[in-house]
């Protein structure tokens, strides 16, 4: 391995953990990424810091709380000006690329055509987050294309239209970077739309045959136990992530072939997880059509890989580890060290417990379903919200009232809220006091949280 790797980070849109292999799937859906976790790290317990696609996309390019960005919903441009992944990596000498959904281009009220409407127009340069080099993107992919057929625009703001299943044909547009790369050590992000649920159909598509090939799954206890749309959509779902691992093949045949493999870590993680619809059925939820926007493992859980350089051995990390580091872990690969200047830690330090003192919880902002706020531990899980306040139109709230209490040791397919069992009043002010340190840490201010 050199020292300065080329870095592929390989991303997926609403894919649980649990869809994979080397997280628990019986049925042979990830086999490529399978065989990967088994030369590099799997990290077991990786959940997302904000299950929305905008603000967790706009966290990965800043190494900022969707707070501190304004980014706190979808349809919010990333701020002209704040320092980016790419930016850092371009002036450390890194070759960008980036291929798929970008989302993080056009404004406006949600519900409502945006003020700069990019959806499915080019996206400026100015607009790209310090991407200067290869671009084959559109900003909102669902747009500019549906499961089998679309576009989206080069570096040129040209038009590339394409035919075929979406995940091949991205992956196409991928390949073709490795005719037109320098000698420069690249960065390289594939962000697939897949297995989102396509919005102008309202399903989830997997390629043909999804339903036949995968009609033998196992539900995941925590949907079988909850009412949802998985009987109709669950097969199709898995058939796209089959489709995700298939392609990740393709683009690592690729790195072998031009012998680029050894000096390439991977990265294979997903912006949040589904639950189907079964959740965020109470008084607080706005009514979104939901997928994800909770607090609960469905939401949160994702799977994320890292192979190449120092991560190896196969190895699997137990802590709880935020995807919110990965901008800066990615930097750390890079050689750049950025402080305190992004949230999260090097997950390098965490493989190699270089931390005595480091506390193994996550910390997520929850935003459009409820202005929300929760505290993951390995044996609990706590939520709170702001009564009265719309998530799609507040960030924050100086006050907030109990949400979800979870006892993960004997529910963990958070079923029982225990918010108001008086046997765990301990339990909940000690979460409640961890997670106002976060909030106060996160966003500056520390509220007040009742019963």
Known sequence: MKKRPNILFYFTDQQRADTCGCFGQKLPVTPNLDRLAGEGIRFVN??????????????????????????????????LGIPTLAGYLEEAGYETAYIGKWHLASDGELGKPPVEDYREKPVPQNRRGGYTGFWRAADVLEYTS?????????????????QGYRVDCITDLALDFFDERSDKPFFMTVSHIEPHHQ?????????????????????PKDLKALEGDY?????????????????????IDELKKRGLYEDTIIIFASDHGSHFHTRNRDKHFCGCDDYKRSCHDASLRVPLVIAGGQYQGGRAVEELVSTESLPKTILAMAGVDVGDQMIGENLLDVVEKKNADRRNEVFVQISESRVGRAIRTPE????????????????????????????????????????????????????????????????????????
């Open 46 to 79: 990786a959940f997302s810091p904000q299950p929305v696609c905008g603000p967790c996309r706009a966290i990965f390019q800043t190494g900022r709380y969707a707070t501190e960005t304004g980014c706190f919903r979808n349809q919010v441009m990333l701020p």
């Open 146 to 162: 549906d499961s089998r057929s679309g576009f989206v625009f080069n570096e040129r703001n040209e038009k590339i239209s394409f």
């Open 199 to 219: 919005n102008n159909h309202g399903h989830y598509e997997g390629p043909d045959g999804s339903k036949e090939r995968f009609a033998d799954y196992e539900l």
């Open 231 to 251: 009987r109709e959509e669950y097969p199709d779902y898995l058939g796209a992530c089959a489709s995700l691992d298939k392609n990740l093949g393709r683009l």
């Open 380 to 451: 609990y899980l706590y939520s709170v919200y702001a009564p009265g306040l719309d998530g799609r139109e507040e960030a924050s709230s100086p006050v907030y009232a109990d949400d979800f209490l979870y006892d993960l040791r004997k529910d963990p397919e958070e079923l029982h809220n225990l918010t108001d069992d008086r046997q765990y009043d301990a339990v909940k002010q000690s979460l409640r006091e961890r997670l106002l340190d976060w909030i106060e840490k996160a966003e500056g201010n520390r509220p007040v949280i009742t019963g």
